[in-house]
């Protein structure tokens, strides 16, 4: 037998999901960008449909395949996945924001590659806009969900961002655990939550993860109503 069908916790639902990296171009030739590789969105992704939502993906570049089903649009830069998840946002129940959103880009984008000199050079950057925390500030019935890759302190930063967004729920991880990792098919999280409570994964595929996570989420909607 194959394994049994996933229960539609989620049907009638839309689940916006955003995943990867983003891009921030310096030059023709050059851009800035992190690690992610979208592994654990696209996972949540496919999972979310396979629980009957409806599933709007908003990905930077990686080079997975779309999951089946799932409506998928393609961006680049931290900007252009704003302007994606705003546009669909009034449309979203959950929203489940695993991107890995560059917090910075090159302040002056170059029409012509950059040429080397001599000595160092410096790079001028600014800030990108915080996607998770201006739907945060627009929130009306949205479940938001927040991912944090930290290194150091995970518990106390993951409560500071899900305060500081308006988000009912952080996902966090610590890179530096084997197996928990940028790249890996495996994670290790702890889930917090607005109430306080948390709700521990040890090692799990990714997506194990995806479906704990989204029965979490399904039984938030449930009590909220
Ligand atoms: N996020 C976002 N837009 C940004 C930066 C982050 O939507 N410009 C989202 C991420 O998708 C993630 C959450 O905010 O769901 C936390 O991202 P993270 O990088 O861990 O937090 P930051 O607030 O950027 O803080 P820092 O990088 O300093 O830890
Ligand atoms: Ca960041």
Do not use: C
């Not at 037998?1 to 229960?7: G, L, T, V, Y």
């Not at 995970?154 to 967004?165: D, F, M, P, Q, T």
């Not at 799990?204 to 109503?225: F, P, T, Y």
């Amino acid at each position: 037998f194959a394994a049994e069908a996933p229960r539609p916790l989620l049907k009638g639902k839309t689940v916006l999901i955003t995943a990867g990296p983003t891009r921030e171009k310096l030059d023709p030739v050059r851009y800035l960008t992190n690690h992610s590789t979208g592994k654990m969105g696209y996972a949540i992704a496919e999972e979310a449909r396979k629980m009957g939502a409806h599933v709007i993906l908003v990905s930077g570049p990686v080079t997975l395949k779309p999951p089946f089903g799932v409506e998928t649009v393609n961006v680049e830069s931290a900007q252009e996945m704003y302007e994606a998840v705003m546009k669909n946002y009034s449309d979203a129940d959950v929203v489940i924001k695993t991107a890995a959103v560059a917090d910075y880009r090159p302040k002056t984008v170059h029409g012509k590659k950059i040429k080397k000199q001599e000595g160092g050079q410096t790079l001028e950057l600014e800030r990108t806009k915080d996607i998770l925390l201006e739907l945060g500030r627009q929130k009306h019935h949205q479940l938001l969900v927040g991912f944090a890759a930290e290194t150091d302190n995970v518990e106390e930063y993951a409560r500071r961002k899900l305060a500081k967004k308006n988000a009912d729920m952080i996902v966090a991880n610590n890179v530096t655990e084997a197996g928990a990792g940028f790249g890996t098919d495996t994670n290790i999280v702890t889930l917090y939550k607005k109430d306080g409570s948390e709700v521990h994964m040890p090692l799990m595929s990714k997506a194990d993860v995806a479906r704990k996570l989204l029965a979490e989420i399904a039984h938030q909607l449930e009590r909220d109503g």
